[in-house]
T-cell receptor, first 115, second 112 residues
């Protein structure tokens, strides 16, 4: 099946700094990727849809200036958490729809801890 | 509009017992339905999906689910629980690969 990777798997940063998370489709191209946030013991919340060659589409309530998304190529999307604060600590997961598939393929997630 | 309800945030079963995780959905159009499993600190892995055709869907690790339109349900079952089945399970609905709506998840505990 299609494989999606994320880097880093874990990151700890200090409050006020920025952190970049990469999401890559390893064996297929993805013109669209999705970024989710998962709070402890909670479901996944869609943050934004990343579109190659155009601006990301953010869900209601998600600060686009805080969560910067760049879809640099057909296999790479990045999420940058700017001026991170402890409340941004969470598990961030990306996904991509496979070509011709009806399901999304998920990355392994990135655990962000802001101290 | 689409939504998913998973009854029971926690389910405990004995090893070897039947696993039943409940999922009900609402959708204004014929839905695509999914079950995903998540192990601690990992992403989501697709267990099975229903798009069209046979309403009883078989997935990986011995799991299966049945689409019942009249009941708007897509319950996940496994005849005999194994210790390795302990995880978080998410039901999701969509119309295509975009716009996946997840349920709140059910944590399955398997008791030795």
């Amino acid at each position: 099946g299609a494989v999606v990777s994320q880097h880093p798997s874990r990151v700890i940063c200090k409050s006020g700094t920025s952190v970049k998370i990469e999401c890559r489709s390893l064996d297929f191209q993805a013109t669209t990727m999705f970024w989710y946030r998962q709070f402890p013991k909670k479901s996944l919340m869609l943050m934004a849809t990343s579109n190659e060659g155009s601006k990301a589409t953010y869900e209601q309530g998600v600060e686009k200036d805080k969560f910067l998304i760049n879809h640099a190529s057909l296999t790479l999307s990045t999420l940058t958490v700017t001026s991170a604060h402890p409340e941004d600590s969470s598990f961030y997961i990306c996904s991509a729809p496979g070509q011709g598939a009806v399901e999304q393929y998920f990355g392994p997630g990135t655990r962000l801890t802001v101290t | 509009a689409q939504s998913v309800t998973q009854l029971g945030s926690h389910v405990s079963v004995s090893e070897g017992a039947l696993v039943l995780l409940r999922c009900n959905y609402s959708s204004s159009v014929p839905p695509y339905l999914f079950w995903y499993v998540q192990y601690p600190n990992q992403g989501l892995q697709l267990l099975l999906k229903y798009t069209t055709g046979a309403t009883l869907v078989k997935g990986i690790n011995g799991f299966e689910a049945e689409f019942k339109k009249s009941e708007t349900s897509f319950h996940l079952t496994k005849p005999s629980a194994h210790m390795s089945d302990a995880a978080e399970y998410f039901c999701a609905v969509s119309r295509g690969a975009n716009n996946l709506f997840f349920g709140t998840g059910t944590r399955l505990t398997v008791i030795p």
